[in-house]
């Protein structure tokens, strides 16, 4: 079965960085697009941005666009969000998620999530 599980959240003040990571099982990761999500509290989930399953195209929220960048490692079944000149409204439990077939973005899986906390 499939099994993601996203690491490296924490508390960091405004304008620092932030690397969060997410580990894939159960399925061909390097076939898969992947998707990166966030939940503030109070508020709807928010897609944040996604990556093709090779790695060469990567698409992005307004809210985000310019501030995160999302990577994979294939060889590693993982896959990056890296989160520069966070805010204060960045503050969310951030999740990955992966699509229920190889090639396609309509996301099914998802990890435990981890928290960002953004202090001001």
């Known amino acids: 079965q499939v099994r993601l599980v996203e690491s490296g959240g924490g508390l960091v003040q405004t304008g620092g960085s932030l690397r969060l990571s997410c580990a894939a099982s159960g399925r061909t990761f390097s076939t898969y697009n992947m998707g990166w999500f966030r939940r503030a509290p109070g508020k709807e989930r928010e897609f944040l941005g996604s990556i093709n399953w090779r790695g060469s195209t990567t698409n992005y929220a307004d809210s985000v666009k310019g501030r995160f960048t999302i990577s994979r490692d294939n060889a590693k079944n993982t896959v990056y969000l890296q989160m520069n000149s966070l805010k204060p409204e960045d503050t969310a439990v951030y999740y990955c998620?992966?699509?229920?077939?190889?090639?396609?973005?309509?996301?099914?899986?998802w990890g435990q999530g981890t928290q960002v906390t953004v202090s001001s």
């Open positions: 998620a992966m699509p229920e077939s190889s090639y396609s973005y309509n996301y099914a899986y």
